[in-house]
């Protein structure tokens, strides 16, 4: 788990190599992430691409790192298409593993 306090100096990139890795550890679905979003004012978009891939771009500039683990996670619960009750179980622990506070205080 990383250190909720630590976040703020760990790069996007490192943020999103280390979902990824808990993902497939999971075997699920894996998007591709990329920042920021093509779509002004967006915080995250989702793409379906071709060949079935999915992309998710978060806004990373002027946001809490709160809100891009957010973003993340709900990137990669739509990639898998998980809602509702099926995706509060992997939203948990998605979150946790990369130190979310939701997740924490849970």
Same mark, same amino acid.
């Given at each position: ?14 943020? %999103? $190599?280390?979902?990824? %890795? =808990?993902? /497939? $550890? ?5 998007? @591709?992430?990329?920042?920021?979003? $093509?779509?002004? *004012?967006?915080? #995250?978009?989702?793409? #379906?691409?071709? &060949?079935?891939?999915?992309? !998710?771009?978060? $806004?990373? /500039?002027? #946001? &809490? !790192? ?7 996670? =709900? &990137?990669?619960? !739509?990639?898998? *298409?998980?809602? &509702?009750? %099926?995706?509060? *179980?992997?939203?948990? %622990?998605? #979150?946790?593993?990369?130190?979310? =506070?939701?997740?924490? @205080? @849970?």
């Amino acid at each position: 788990m990383v250190d909720v306090e630590a976040l703020s100096s760990i790069p996007f990139g490192a943020l %999103a $190599r280390l979902l990824a %890795a =808990e993902a /497939r $550890r999971h075997e699920l679905v894996v998007p @591709a992430f990329s920042s920021p979003p $093509r779509t002004p *004012g967006a915080n #995250r978009t989702i793409r #379906r691409l071709p &060949g079935g891939g999915v992309m !998710v771009a978060v $806004r990373v /500039r002027d #946001r &809490g !790192v709160q809100d891009v683990i957010d973003d993340l996670v =709900e &990137g990669v619960l !739509v990639a898998n *298409g998980l809602a &509702g009750q %099926a995706a509060v *179980g992997w939203r948990l %622990a998605l #979150r946790t593993v990369l130190g979310g =506070e939701e997740a924490m @205080a @849970a």
